[in-house]
T-cell receptor, first 116, second 112 residues
C-alpha cells in the first residue's frame, strides 16, 4: 500500500520569501502525485499533479513541484509567497492500477503561516 | 453551482442518533468517495464506489455505511453516531482510478 509523509507540520515564511514544502512517498512503482491546498473553512483545491513526462510540474497560483524518483519526493515550491498563500497543504499519492484500494492516500498536511 | 455538492454543510447531532450526509455531483464521474478529515491526521478514506453496483470499504469504514443511489448521488450514514466521529467529511469524485479527485466543500459534523 502507498503512503505519504509530509515531515513539516508547520512552516512559517515571510511574505515575499521563497517556499518549499516537502513530500515523500512510498509506492512500488511510479505513482500519480498531487498537491492540494485547503484554505480555512474551505474544501480542497488541486494545485498541480504529476502523471508522467516532465518531472517539473507547473500548477496554479505560481506553484511548481518536482518529481524526483531517486528520492521518492515530490516537493512543492513557490519563488515568492503572498499572504493569501496561508493555508493547509496536502500531498497525495494515487495508485496507477485500478485494482485494490482506490482513491488517493494523503499526507497529514503542512500548515503554512505567512509573516508580514 | 458547485460540481460536488454536500448537504448538510454543518450538523450537530447527539450520541446514538442516525445521521446521513448526502453528496451529489454534476461532473458525470463514475467514481465517488467519502473522506474524513481530522486535525493532524490528514484525510482518510471511508468508502469508495466505482459505480452504482460497486461499493468498497476504505481505511476507516467501521461505524459508517454508504448508499450509491445513482451515478450522481452517494450518501454516507452514521447509524449510531459517537463523539469520536466528530470531524469534517468530504465527498469527492474522479473520472478514473488514480486520476484527479475533485472535492466538495465539506460537511462539519459534531456529535455531542
Amino acid at each position: 500500500a502507498q503512503s505519504v509523509t509530509q515531515p513539516d507540520i508547520h512552516i512559517t515564511v515571510s511574505e515575499g520569501a521563497s517556499l518549499e514544502l516537502r513530500c515523500n512517498y512510498s509506492y512500488g512503482a511510479t505513482p500519480y502525485l498531487f498537491w492540494y491546498v485547503q484554505s480555512p473553512g474551505q474544501g480542497l483545491q488541486l494545485l498541480l499533479k504529476y502523471f508522467s513526462g516532465d518531472t517539473l510540474v507547473q500548477g496554479i497560483k505560481g506553484f511548481e513541484a518536482e518529481f524526483k524518483r531517486s528520492q521518492s519526493s515530490f516537493n512543492l515550491r513557490k519563488p515568492s509567497v503572498h499572504w493569501s498563500d496561508a493555508a493547509e497543504y496536502f500531498c497525495a499519492v494515487g495508485a496507477r492500477s485500478g485494482g485494490g484500494a482506490d482513491g488517493l492516500t494523503f499526507g497529514k498536511g503542512t500548515h503554512l503561516i505567512i509573516q508580514p | 453551482d458547485a460540481d460536488v455538492t454536500q448537504t448538510p454543510r454543518n450538523r450537530i447531532t447527539k450520541t446514538g442518533k442516525r445521521i446521513m450526509l448526502e453528496c451529489s455531483q454534476t461532473k458525470g464521474h463514475d467514481r465517488m468517495y467519502w473522506y474524513r478529515q481530522d486535525p493532524g491526521l490528514g484525510l482518510r478514506l471511508i468508502y469508495y464506489s466505482f459505480d452504482v453496483k460497486d461499493i468498497n470499504k476504505g481505511e476507516i469504514s467501521d461505524g459508517y455505511s454508504v448508499s450509491r443511489q445513482a451515478q450522481a448521488k452517494f450518501s454516507l450514514s452514521l447509524e449510531s453516531a459517537i463523539p469520536n466521529q466528530t470531524a469534517l467529511y468530504f465527498c469527492a469524485t474522479s473520472e478514473t482510478a488514480g486520476n484527479t479527485i475533485y472535492f466538495g466543500e465539506g460537511s462539519w459534523l459534531t456529535v455531542v
